[in-house]
């Protein structure tokens, strides 16, 4: 190798060791991973492990990031400082002595106030990763050698004390001083007794008296109790928390519909939540399902999703399926989430699993699926009604497209459809003479949309149309025969009808529940007071009264389905205004076609429904004309 390769070979392990470096775990990511490994080789819990890892870093006088260090090379078996040493460290943590010996405890000794502090502050570090509530404590000694008080030292983060208050306030003051109602209590002697010989101790479940306004008169707890370094670590739970917690994690079972377990692979322990031998319709007193047994009722349909999802299981992945089962004759769709806690080469230590029941959903999303089929079939069917219905009106009412005349009038018809096809409704007019030389003016709204409301609307217009040839014209005995027509067919309609004698200009109307017309003269518009009419088809025997309007040449008569004026979000006089507004324009105006400027100007008020507009213009010298005539000029 040349003197370049060689600078260059060096300045490769160089950058090598700089890119190792860097993806060191910070201290406390590197302590809590010893910790947890440590825990799954030898079947404790985590905080067990950190208690372990504090204490052989008290012992030794080195730091606890060291000490995971070590620990962490032997597990993975990659060489580390002091391997001989470590060897027998590591050979005593996975081989822990029994509970009914003791291992030696030494007296506290008085470390140096800088290694004190180095040491509380990586407990504090170790702590801060640990879950629960934990406190390490170190020992006030009197001058008679004696405990006389505990220096809190460092806490869990967010652990409330024993009052259900932040205790992270009290670090670094005495036990004596931030927790007065501790002393002489179950967990004060057994802090004295673990430093004493060594020994972890549980202690409870004692009564906790707070003397404080803000503490709880009496709380129930259970702590634990090990040493560690020059102190002790102490956890505790209160009771009451633990039954809300638990009662709230039942009832968020149950109202999910979901259930978890777990499976330790070290010590084969498999636990299963109430909700999940539910679920699987399980005795609990079986014990949890083997898996052998929980994967035989998959149906067989499903095997290639739980077969892909082990899989992926193995590669590491987090599994997320739904599949379906048979359980107790009857199907059932559950959805399975696992994840696992893996060491170092990936292989799985510990299984965690949520199932849920999620039948109901299932159940409703292929009844919404059929449900949207069968919609959209009903649509089909809409449309071809719909087109239909446009059909028929196209035939039985069509619409003249230029205003034409009868006896003294000038007559203009508007229809405007709604936007939407399937809103074809029941909107018609009539505008014609008759035979005792009256024109008869009628506007009308069926209720309902498509193929029915446009049968109705026909049967009324033609029913109209026959009765002023052979019965009458007066308004109010007409509306009286359409009431009885939809009365027996069930149908509801609102109509009102006009007779215009051209002799003396005056007009005779009655309405049926429908908008009274709009009668503009000189420039002003006024609605003409409704007399009494009721719904037609409303009632059998419905009363209609008249009333009289004069008109004057150049008086304009405006009759409108409600399309025109009403809309949810405006109020009838909102409709209004722009239509008078208008009216009053067109009438003060030199226009050579009024009507049909007029026409041209209205809008609808509501997209969703189809209007009608029948307006007529007095104008005596007016001949009778063919309503299919085109008119040039209205004027």
Same mark, same amino acid.
């Given at each position: ?83 001989? /040493?470590?060897? %027998?460290? *590591? $050979? ?6 029994? !509970? ?5 405890? +030494? &007296? ?69 001083? /931030?927790?007065? %109602?501790? *002393? $002489? ?6 802090? !004295? ?5 060594? +020994? &972890? ?435």
């Amino acid at each position: 190798m040349s003197v370049g390769q060689h600078h260059e070979y060096r300045q490769r392990l160089a950058a090598l060791d700089e890119t190792v470096a860097r993806a060191q775990l910070d201290p406390a990511a590197q302590v809590n991973r010893a910790a947890g490994l440590l825990a799954g080789r030898v079947g404790c819990q985590v905080d067990e492990a950190h208690t372990y890892l504090l204490n052989r870093a008290a012992q030794q006088g080195r730091p606890v990031v060291a000490v995971a260090g070590d620990l962490l090379a032997a597990l993975q078996g990659r060489p580390g400082s002091g391997s001989s /040493a470590l060897d %027998a460290e *590591v $050979d005593q943590a996975l081989r822990p002595q029994g !509970r009914g010996s003791a291992p030696e405890r +030494r &007296a506290p000794a008085h470390a140096p106030s800088r290694v004190v502090d180095d040491w509380n502050s990586l407990v504090q570090q170790v702590l801060d990763a640990m879950p629960g509530n934990h406190m390490a404590l170190s020992p006030v000694v009197g001058d008679n050698s004696e405990i006389t008080d505990w220096t809190i030292v460092a806490v869990s983060q967010d652990t409330p004390d024993f009052s259900g208050h932040d205790v992270a306030r009290a670090v670094g003051r005495r036990i004596t001083q /931030a927790y007065p %109602a501790t *002393v $002489d209590t179950p967990v004060w002697h057994a802090w !004295r007794d673990v430093l004493a010989d060594g +020994r &972890a101790r549980e202690v409870g479940p004692f009564s906790y008296v707070g003397t404080s306004d803000r503490s709880p008169a009496n709380v129930l707890m259970t702590a634990w109790v090990s040493p560690v370094g020059p102190g002790v670590l102490s956890r505790w739970v209160r009771h009451d928390e633990q039954t809300r917690q638990a009662e709230r994690i039942a009832q968020t079972e149950r109202l999910g519909q979901l259930g978890w377990g777990e499976a330790d692979l070290v010590t084969g322990q498999i636990v299963w939540s109430d909700e999940l031998y539910r679920i699987y319709e399980r005795d609990p007193a079986l014990g949890p399902m083997p898996s052998e047994e929980q994967n035989a009722l998959t149906l067989p349909e499903d095997e290639p999703i739980r077969r892909q999802a082990a899989e992926g299981f193995g590669r590491g992945d987090t599994v997320d399926i739904t599949t379906r089962i048979r359980v107790g004759g009857r199907i059932k769709h559950v959805r399975t989430v696992v994840d696992a806690v893996r060491d170092v080469q990936g292989r799985p230590v510990k299984v965690y699993g949520i199932v849920q029941d999620v039948t109901a959903q299932q159940t409703t999303r292929a009844a919404l699926a059929e449900a949207e089929q069968l919609l959209q079939q009903h649509q089909h069917s809409l449309a071809a009604e719909h087109e239909l219905a446009a059909q028929l009106r196209q035939i039985v009412l069509p619409v003249p497209a230029e205003p034409f005349d009868l006896p003294g009038l000038r007559v203009a018809v508007r229809y405007l459809p709604a936007e939407e096809a399937s809103r074809v409704g029941g909107d018609w007019f009539h505008a014609a003479s008759a035979d005792d030389g009256s024109v008869v003016l009628a506007v009308g709204d069926v209720a309902g949309h498509g193929m029915h409301a446009a049968t109705m609307m026909a049967q009324l217009r033609h029913m109209l149309a026959g009765l002023t040839v052979t019965t009458t014209t007066d308004p109010a005995q007409l509306l009286w025969h359409l009431n009885r027509l939809l009365y027996s067919s069930a149908t509801t309609a609102t109509a009102a009808v006009a007779r215009f004698d051209p002799p003396t200009g005056s007009v005779t109307w009655a309405q049926a529940g429908h908008p009274a017309p709009l009668h503009t003269r000189a420039g002003t518009t006024t609605e003409l007071a409704r007399p009494r009419g009721q719904l037609l088809g409303a009632v059998r025997e419905a009363h209609y009264d008249t009333a009289t309007v004069s008109l004057t040449p150049a008086d304009l008569l405006l009759f409108y389905t409600d399309g025109l004026i009403e809309h949810r979000r405006h109020t009838l006089a909102e409709g209004l205004a722009p239509v008078i507004a208008t009216l009053n324009d067109i009438a003060i105006s030199s226009s050579r076609q009024p009507l049909a400027d007029l026409l041209a100007r209205l809008r609808r008020a509501n997209p969703d429904d189809d209007t009608c507009i029948l307006a007529v213009r007095h104008h005596p010298s007016a001949p009778t004309q063919s309503p299919d005539s085109p008119e040039g000029n209205d004027a």
